[in-house]
């Protein structure tokens, strides 16, 4: 029970990590409040999380003169968003910015609106979820990938601002999880993709991602990547930036 009684507030609870580290987060005594654009899908989750307490506020990331006062947040997790899965040629400058919309600015504004409170109270802990491709881009996802570059400048910066306030920043960087991603990834004309890739069919299960991310954050960690043997890119981009350029080249 390392968050008993703290408030843990999920964005893209309704399914996928979100809705796993929800779970996650109720069997270690956190109120959640759980948010997506899916009220009836968020129910659905709160009904499967333990304990009580827990709060349904759906709303729309993508507008954040709408977002919902909710009161003192200990834990906001950032798991709301879009991936993609189409070739920069093809897509339409439309799709580009509802992505970077919703995967970025819808990030950056719920943070803003949390932030003034953990700063008064000295105390707080942000959890953005990004992914292996915010450090190494692959083809189909370039704006998608780019989005979650801008998350890792921001977060980065913020946690540098922030430290001698109390206000903690975790960096949640999956790779391959076995989730709905790709077929809600968003093709060149806004349209989800409607399948999954075949990475992701025998991949990290959701529940196990989930543990990991609640154990990063009760330890206090700066950033943790999650996955298989692709999490190796990432310090292999570090090192050898030529040899992974040349792997995740479309054949």
Same mark, same amino acid.
């Given at each position: ?91 339409? #400058?439309? /799709?580009? *910015?509802? !992505? ?6 819808? /990030? ?10 953990? #700063? ?5 802990? !942000?959890? $953005? !979820?990004?992914?292996?491709?915010? @450090?190494?881009?692959?083809? &189909?996802?370039?704006? @998608? ?30 790779? @391959? ?13 806004? /349209? $989800?993709?409607? /399948? ?8 990290? &299960? ?5 543990? %990991? ?17 692709? %999490? ?5 981009? *570090?090192?050898?930036?030529? !040899?992974?350029?040349?792997?995740? *080249?479309?054949?």
């Amino acid at each position: 029970m390392r968050f008993r009684d703290k408030v843990v507030w999920v964005t893209g609870a309704s399914s996928g990590i979100g809705e796993a580290v929800s779970v996650a987060f109720s069997r270690e005594g956190a109120k959640l409040i759980l948010s997506s654009r899916n009220g009836a899908e968020l129910e659905r989750v709160r009904r499967a999380c333990a304990g009580d307490g827990h709060r349904v506020v759906p709303f729309d990331l993508t507008r954040s003169d709408s977002f919902p006062a909710v009161g003192d947040v200990d834990v906001l997790v950032h798991s709301g968003g879009v991936s993609q899965r189409a070739l920069a040629v093809d897509t339409d #400058l439309a /799709t580009d *910015r509802a !992505i970077m919309e919703l995967d970025f600015f819808g /990030t950056v504004a719920l943070t803003k609106a949390v932030l003034p409170s953990m #700063l008064a109270r000295k105390s707080g802990h !942000i959890v $953005p !979820i990004s992914s292996v491709v915010g @450090y190494v881009g692959t083809p &189909l996802r370039s704006t @998608y990938s780019a989005a979650k570059h801008a998350l890792h400048g921001f977060f980065d910066s913020l946690r540098a601002e922030v430290a001698k306030d109390g206000v903690v920043i975790t960096i949640i960087c999956p790779g @391959y999880i076995r989730t709905n991603v790709s077929r809600n990834a968003l093709t060149g004309n806004g /349209t $989800p993709l409607g /399948t999954m890739d075949p990475t992701h069919e025998d991949a990290m &299960l959701p529940e196990e991602c989930a543990r %990991r991310i609640v154990d990063a954050v009760a330890k206090r960690k700066q950033e943790v990547v999650i996955g298989g043997k692709e %999490r190796f890119a990432v310090p292999l981009k *570090r090192f050898f930036p030529r !040899i992974v350029a040349r792997m995740v *080249r479309m054949k």
